[in-house]
């Protein structure tokens, strides 16, 4: 492989929404450009990209991908990302580390709710962009449909530099807006044959020639003084108005293909390397002097200090941690220790590789720019800035987003339970969006993710990486009981069986504390009637017995106890006598103070676009959810309320469904209310079902 400067790299994400042929694309470019020498295929679970054993029985992205091919003396660096919602932070980390995005369309179903996500992450990271309307070979593919979806849909200035030649099974070739020529294409190696444009085709090619070349020019006034004069650009002028228009935001340039048939690829990564920034276009990347808030830059130069970001982490059950991280400044070399500013450690670097998707390639040396991986570093995780010790800095990181769906684990082998704490461990390495955690009060261990299918994911990876099998249960909600009245109640333990027996006698007063008042105890024991040494022990007990209350078995909460009378026997009376005595008073008491059940609440936010407005609040509603506000984010509607946890545990895939993929939501902890009485009938009436 050649050696490239950093302004001869191009770094881009190919992104879009799930099933556009993002994979196919990044395939396409390696056959094309002679990199492969066999097109792979996700169908046929031959792609170079999907190597993951889940991605190929799935046959969609689960994880980024990483590769890069040589065009034109130019290096390519992309990496083919998720389109699947459930994905999305590994999507944004990739898309973090790039300066460039081609984002695919399909040619049927137009811009979709995917689309729009990664639109807008483009937007947050002020991304160049290019839009490839892909799958120009299928039925119902329409062009003219796909493009008014783009300009309707993404509210940018997206200009078509290509005409599609024939559509749906007919569809062999493109024209090329810029140089005017057709070209036909009867292979899928992606080598066009040009031809001149079809006679029913040039009308339609001049008009959106002539949008084409008004929007160029619009982009940069030295150009749109000469088109006003001279009324036509050059093509050289058209291409240095493209690169001018794309690298500033202001144009977006549309291309058609299909990335199965090699059609429109070359002229895609002619683009690509003419029209998209390199590392040195992008400039300085900003960062902070660590324990400060002092704004630190590194500038894309091998003469500034080490520095990079890392945006990825494979865990490997052979090869142990692999690394993937993106050079911002600085050279690094094989066998070189770097610091980890974020951890405030020192990490050996052993070989260091360029990633060829599943394979890998030894790299002599890295560049600002570059792309590249490193294998068993110890600590170093996702979203850590490496750097140089003496100059050190840190980047901003990916936020780790809230996971939005549950599921209870349990071992399918007996004595598993270890071991799937230590696996899920492996997998947050990889994928910090799945957390792990276990209830003390339901006593299940708690598998969270992004969704369903994300969650599924994960269990396979377990599976197969680490041999631990599990299964997937709804989580129990952790009701809570407590009272609403008061009493005052005796408990009186009395046994005798022959020799020394028991005695404990206790007068216990018990009432309501408010919400989240916990539990108090106070002795109001007057005199000697109960000795000192025996109080303690009936608060012993009235703590135990609250674990599991007496109408539904769920924990007790939010009560005030006064011990205030008693007996007790000089021989009989013992410690567990009054535990025991303690512990009845409270069943007996409670019985007697109006009990009821209590539920989680949370705080949910769920944004959506206008049109689902309705539908959204209509269901909230139905799940005793109430609405307390409103926002706007972008162009959609951001609905603020309160929820009982029990009616959202699986909220996430009944969301989509309503919104066609559009919706998302986070919710957070809030508080406990009272569950509505005909509801509690019924959990109650599980709860004793369980117990016979």
């Excluded at 394979?359 to 068993?376: C, N, R, S, T």
């Excluded at 129990?476 to 069986?497: C, F, H, M």
């Amino acid at each position: 492989m050649a050696k490239y400067e950093s302004k001869s790299l191009r770094n881009l994400a190919v992104v879009g929404h799930g099933g556009t042929g993002k994979t196919s694309l990044c395939e396409s470019f390696l056959f094309v450009s002679g990199k492969s020498e066999r097109l792979g295929r996700v169908d046929d679970a031959t792609s170079c990209m999907d190597f993951e054993p889940e991605e190929q029985k799935k046959r969609i992205s689960i994880s980024s991908a990483a590769n890069f091919v040589e065009w034109e003396k130019h290096k390519i660096n992309f990496i083919d990302t998720p389109g699947d919602s459930n994905f999305t932070y590994d999507t944004k980390c990739s898309m973090s580390v790039v300066e460039n995005a081609v984002i695919v369309v399909d040619a049927v179903g137009g811009v979709e709710f995917q689309t729009q996500k990664v639109w807008e992450l483009a937007d947050e990271f002020k991304l160049p962009r290019i839009i490839f309307i892909n799958r120009m070979d299928k039925e119902r593919a329409i062009f003219t449909s796909a493009l008014e979806s783009i300009k309707n849909k993404l509210k940018k200035k997206a200009t078509p530099v290509c005409l599609p030649i024939g559509s749906e099974d007919k569809f062999n070739g493109i024209v090329d807006l810029i140089d005017m020529k057709a070209y036909l294409f009867a292979d899928n190696k992606g080598n066009g044959k040009a031809v001149d444009i079809p006679a029913d085709m040039m009308d339609d090619a001049k008009n959106l020639r002539n949008s084409m070349v008004e929007d160029i020019a619009e982009a940069d006034d030295e150009l749109m003084n000469k088109y006003l004069e001279a009324g036509e650009l050059s093509a050289d002028e058209l291409k240095s108005g493209l690169k001018k228009g794309v690298s500033s935001g202001s144009l977006i340039p549309i291309i058609c293909g299909s990335a199965i048939k090699g059609i429109g690829i070359s002229m895609l990564m002619d683009l690509i390397v003419n029209s998209f920034a390199s590392p040195v276009d992008r400039g300085a990347k900003k960062g902070k002097k660590p324990g400060t808030d002092n704004v630190e830059e590194r500038l894309p130069s091998e003469d500034a200090p080490f520095s990079a970001i890392v945006f990825k982490t494979i865990a490997d059950p052979y090869a142990g941690r692999l690394t993937l991280f993106r050079v911002y400044s600085g050279k690094l070399n094989p066998d070189t220790s770097v610091y980890n500013s974020s951890k405030k450690i020192t990490e050996k670097f052993g070989h260091i590789f360029f990633l060829e998707g599943k394979a890998q390639k030894q790299a002599e040396g890295l560049i600002p720019g570059d792309i590249a991986g490193v294998a068993k570093l110890k600590d170093t995780v996702t979203g850590d800035t490496l750097c140089f010790e003496k100059a050190p800095i840190i980047f901003n990181m990916v936020e780790i987003p809230h996971p939005i769906m549950s599921f209870a684990i349990e071992p399918k082998t007996r004595g598993d339970e270890d071991k799937i704490a230590g696996s899920i461990h492996r997998l947050t390495e990889e994928d910090p969006t799945i957390v792990f955690s276990r209830n003390t009060q339901t006593k299940e261990m708690i598998l969270s993710g992004m969704g369903q299918v994300h969650i599924e994911v994960n269990i396979e990876k377990m599976k197969r990486k680490f041999g631990v099998e599990v299964n997937l249960n709804t989580p129990k909600v952790p009701y809570l009981e407590t009272i609403k009245g008061k009493t005052n109640v005796q408990g009186k333990y009395k046994k005798q069986s022959g020799g020394r027996g028991q005695f404990g006698d206790c007068w216990i007063d018990i009432e309501p504390l408010p919400r989240g008042g916990g539990f108090e105890f106070h002795d109001k024991i007057v005199g000697g009637v109960i000795p000192g040494q025996y109080r303690p022990a009936v608060e012993k007990g009235i703590v135990e017995a609250a674990v599991k209350g007496v109408i539904a078995g769920y924990p007790v909460v939010d009560f005030k106890i006064n011990l205030t009378f008693g007996s007790y026997h000089t021989v009989d009376s013992s410690e567990m006598a009054f535990k025991i005595a303690g512990s009845m008073a409270f069943q007996k008491g409670v019985m007697e103070c109006q009990p009821i059940l209590l539920e989680p609440i949370v705080n949910i936010d769920i944004e959506v676009p206008d049109e689902y407005m309705g539908d959204v609040i209509g269901d909230l509603n139905s799940r005793r959810g109430r609405v307390q506000g409103m926002d706007t984010n972008g162009t959609n509607q951001v609905i603020k309320g309160q929820v009982p946890l029990a009616e959202i545990l699986k909220y996430a895939p009944d969301l989509r469904s309503m919104t066609s993929g559009r919706g998302n939501f986070t919710y957070t902890e809030s508080h406990y209310e009272e569950v509505p009485s005909y509801i509690a009938e019924k959990i109650i009436a599980e709860s004793k079902k369980e117990e016979e």
